[in-house]
């Protein structure tokens, strides 16, 4: 039979051709049973006996889609073709994209994220869905055997933690997913536009192609357990809605096993989730740096591990110790990388502000004026007997005065009891106003002991500043020189 075309519909910003295909026809395997059947006993043992060997045969091969159009649906690949079951309950029309742990189910619309309980049996229903978070959450979702979700928003590769909700940027792909995310093997899987590529989580720009699928648009991918083997299969949507069962030995399409009548938007099993290495914190330690004021040390120590890790603080610092020094109060977020198999991880850690609770300080201060000299005078109130005062590489108590001091800028720092420093003070003294020295006079006398010399007095008005006077490179504070021959002479008062 021919192809024709019935119909277009657009996902995941892809404008995709809808088309009616041929349904495959599936043989049936054969199991011969040689029994001598001699009561109805026995026929009825028969019977059950054929009739479980089909069920086991026929049902073990499940798993959830998430369908364009109609309910979620649990699909199981019979000998007959694909068994599809709508499942009921919570979370109707949020199904765009899902992964599956366990009896947990997690879904996306495209923009939030919820979790719900799978109940089975012959009417599937989803119950206690809760919502776990808003955000641009892509449509590839898978998860692993923590509990982590991964999904992809075109090339690049996030992960979200359902227990926290913080979600982790882990790096731009080479491809872009066209479908769906799957662990098989403990290693990460995506439908790309290429066909089925094998993601590197530790470096995602690494990733190769590892199944190419040319002219086929895939939009689903999942595995399913049957007698303890576990099998991989992608759903295409162009040119027929086929499923494919993939080889991943071989690294190639295996077979068709069934063809689906509606849209896949995505497919999940409990047997595609991963076990994954991950970059483990054992704690992060803050502490004040002693000999800076008001800075922060962070160190993140990392569980025992075999890789080396690199460590990058979002202002630009890295190192492979995941020790941070001089950090200024606030919030910072490290992300951490792995030269192993560990996609990266993030930590995020205050440096508080150490100032809080810290004495107050006071000064008082005399400026310098004329010849005075100024001083400086620090209180920290209750904590005078604990604390202590760090001029000029010089320790000090606060009972300390500082004396002697010309106009100019000081800077003190304020040392608690184990000698760190807790606070920095920067105080000015200004030149006072000097006014000049009034009515300055003076006496000239000979001198009477020695030929040819005299002798001079400077006169000021009183006062109570302290004046000095200078001659001839002399200077006192009485304004009388001796002992002067004939000549001009200048005063400095």
Do not use: W
């Not at 098989?184 to 199944?211: F, H, P, Q, R, T």
């Amino acid at each position: 039979m021919g192809q024709q075309a019935i119909g277009e519909n657009t996902r995941k910003g892809r404008k995709v051709s809808i088309r009616k295909g041929n349904i495959s026809i599936f043989a049936r395997k054969t199991y011969s049973l040689f029994y001598t059947i001699t009561s109805p006993f026995k026929s009825a043992l028969l019977f059950f006996a054929i009739f479980f060997l089909t069920l086991v045969k026929g049902y073990c091969q499940q798993f959830y889609i998430a369908a364009y159009g109609v309910p979620l649906q649990r699909v199981t690949l019979t000998p007959n073709g694909p068994l599809s079951v709508p499942v009921g309950g919570c979370g109707t029309n949020e199904f765009f994209s899902i992964a599956i742990l366990g009896n947990k189910l997690y879904y996306s619309n495209g923009s939030s994220m919820f979790a719900g309980d799978i109940t089975g049996g012959n009417s599937p229903v989803i119950t206690n869905c809760v919502f776990l978070g808003d955000g641009n959450f892509g449509n590839a979702l898978t998860v692993d055997k923590q509990g982590i979700l991964y999904y992809a928003i075109s090339s690049e590769l996030y992960s979200f933690n359902p227990a926290n909700k913080r979600t982790i940027f882990i790096g731009t792909m080479p491809y872009s997913a066209q479908g769906d995310l799957m662990f098989y093997n403990n290693e990460l899987y995506m439908a790309a536009g290429e066909g089925i590529a094998k993601i590197n989580l530790a470096n995602v720009a690494l990733s190769k192609l590892y199944i190419p699928i040319p002219g086929e648009t895939i939009y689903s991918l999942t595995a399913a357990t049957i007698n303890g083997v576990t099998k991989v299969y992608a759903f295409t949507e162009y040119p027929v809605r086929q499923i494919y069962e993939l080889d991943m030995q071989k690294r190639v399409i295996k077979d068709v096993v069934g063809v689906l009548p509606y849209q896949t938007l995505d497919a999940a099993s409990d047997a595609e989730a991963g076990t994954v290495q991950y970059i483990e914190i054992d704690h992060v330690g803050i502490s004040q740096e002693c000999n800076v004021f008001n800075k922060g040390r962070a160190q993140i120590v990392a569980k025992p591990h075999a890789s080396r890790f690199t460590y990058y603080l979002n202002n630009g610092q890295n190192n492979l110790t995941g020790i941070f020094d001089n950090l200024s109060p606030g919030n910072y977020t490290v992300t951490i990388s792995s030269n192993g198999t560990e996609p990266p991880n993030q930590v995020y850690f205050t440096v508080p502000d150490f100032t809080i609770g810290n004495p107050v300080i006071t000064f008082t201060k005399t400026n310098p004026m004329c010849s005075k000299k100024g001083s400086i005078k620090l209180d920290a109130g209750n904590a005078n007997a604990t604390h202590s005062i760090k001029f000029n590489d010089q320790i000090f108590s606060f009972d300390h005065t500082f004396t002697d001091l010309i106009a100019g800028n000081y800077h003190f720092t304020i040392l608690n009891e184990n000698g760190c420093v807790t606070d920095e003070k920067d105080y000015a003294l200004l030149p006072g106003n000097c006014p000049p020295i009034p009515n300055i006079d003076k006496e000239i006398l000979q001198e009477c002991d020695v030929y040819n010399q005299g002798s001079v007095k400077v006169i000021t008005p009183p006062h109570t500043d302290h004046y000095t006077y200078t001659l001839n490179g002399i200077t006192n504070t009485t304004g009388v020189f001796n002992n002067l021959s004939p000549g001009n002479y200048t005063v400095i008062v």
